[in-house]
């Protein structure tokens, strides 16, 4: 860490003591309905905005901000993105009202140096970061900040720029990637949406294969993903579903430290399975 990200996080930990190690969260967000609907996915998402220690604040890293370049949202209020369509009118009318934090932004920018990362204020909050945290922490009353995917950079750089970022647990921060580890809209079958854990052989196989990794600890054939075969490359067909995991993946811990819920796959071809780090 360079004496400038030092400054900064030192500058940024003026109202925020230092503290255990806050627990990091990848979460499989899956459609946007899930904003609306009281499954037993978001129940468990609601479980652990109850349980958890309550965040200073929190970062968020989404699939659906998948941008040339990194860049940081920087407002002090930020909008909450409707980014889909075909859906109900309600779903339109939900609204996220966050806070952001300049400051936080500020930090996290100079934690990844020498990656240059744009202060950002035109994004905002979108669904991969909203419709989850609105179960998490309906009061909508803690700072969130995304983060955005560079869509021009290899896997292993978003694995080490998640390393670089682990300091921020030491100051209450909440990190959280959203995405979905299986993630191919192409072949979801519709007439099993309602079927409870039902995946294609494939997918199933893709998410046996990740949650092994994960239970050994061994990451690299995760960020090696598209050279693991049929059905991880079925399974991650684009990356910007996948890339948020290994952010959660690169913050410091322990195999044992890591957890798996959620751990169901939806319509054949999307996982559900989240991810806690203690």
Same mark, same amino acid.
Request: aromatic share 10%; hydrophobic share 40%.
């Given at each position: 860490?360079?004496?400038?990200?030092l400054n900064?996080? %030192?500058?940024?930990a003026?109202?925020?003591?230092?503290s +255990?190690p /806050?627990?990091a969260?990848f $979460?499989?967000?899956?459609?946007? /309905?899930?904003?609306?609907? +009281?499954?037993?996915?978001?129940?468990?998402?609601?479980r652990?905005?109850?349980?958890?220690p309550?965040?200073?604040?929190?970062?968020?890293?989404?699939?659906?901000?998948?941008t040339r @370049?990194?860049?940081?949202?920087?407002?002090?209020?930020? !909008?909450?993105?409707?980014d889909?369509?075909g859906?109900?009118?309600?779903l339109?009318?939900q609204? #996220?009202?966050?806070?952001?934090s300049?400051?936080? =932004?500020k =930090?996290t920018?100079?934690?990844?140096?020498?990656? =240059?990362a744009a /202060?950002d204020?035109d994004? @905002?909050?979108?669904?991969?970061?909203?419709t989850?945290l609105?179960?998490? #922490?309906?009061a909508?009353?803690i700072?969130?900040?995304?983060?955005?995917?560079?869509?021009?950079?290899p896997?292993k750089?978003? $694995?080490?720029?998640? !390393?670089?970022?682990?300091?921020l647990?030491? !100051?209450?921060?909440?990190?959280? @990637?959203?995405?979905?580890?299986?993630?191919?809209l192409?072949r $979801?079958d519709f007439?099993?949406?309602?079927?409870?854990n039902?995946?294609?052989d494939?997918?199933v196989?893709a998410?046996?294969f990740v949650? @092994?990794?994960l239970?050994?600890?061994?990451?690299k054939? $995760?960020?090696d #993903?598209?050279?693991?075969? !049929?059905? /991880?490359?079925?399974?991650?067909?684009?990356?910007?579903? #996948?890339l948020?995991?290994?952010?959660?993946?690169?913050?410091?811990?322990?195999a044992?430290?890591?957890q798996?819920?959620?751990?169901?796959m939806?319509?054949?071809?999307?996982s559900m399975t989240?991810v %806690?780090?203690?």
């Open positions: 860490m360079s004496i400038g990200s900064q996080l %030192q500058a940024f003026e109202d925020l003591p230092s +255990d /806050m627990p969260l $979460l499989g967000h899956g459609s946007p /309905m899930n904003a609306l609907e +009281d499954n037993r996915f978001v129940k468990e998402f609601a652990l905005g109850k349980t958890l309550r965040p200073k604040a929190i970062l968020c890293i989404s699939a659906h901000w998948f @370049g990194t860049k940081v949202t920087a407002m002090q209020t930020p !909008r909450t993105i409707h889909f369509g859906f109900p009118k309600e339109y009318e609204q #996220y009202p966050a806070p952001g300049p400051q936080l =932004a =930090a920018a100079e934690l990844v140096k020498p990656t =240059a /202060m204020q994004w @905002g909050l979108d669904h991969g970061a909203w989850v609105k179960h998490l #922490y309906p909508a009353d700072p969130v900040v995304q983060l955005s995917i560079d869509r021009t950079q896997a750089f978003h $694995l080490e720029l998640g !390393r670089q970022l682990n300091p647990r030491q !100051r209450g921060i909440l990190i959280v @990637g959203s995405g979905n580890i299986v993630h191919n192409g $979801l007439r099993q949406v309602d079927r409870p039902y995946g294609f494939w997918a196989e998410q046996d949650n @092994g990794q239970s050994k600890g061994d990451y054939p $995760l960020v #993903y598209a050279q693991q075969g !049929r059905a /991880m490359n079925l399974a991650v067909p684009t990356p910007d579903h #996948y948020p995991l290994l952010y959660v993946l690169g913050l410091r811990h322990q044992g430290q890591l798996l819920f959620n751990n169901e939806f319509a054949g071809s999307i989240s %806690q780090l203690s």
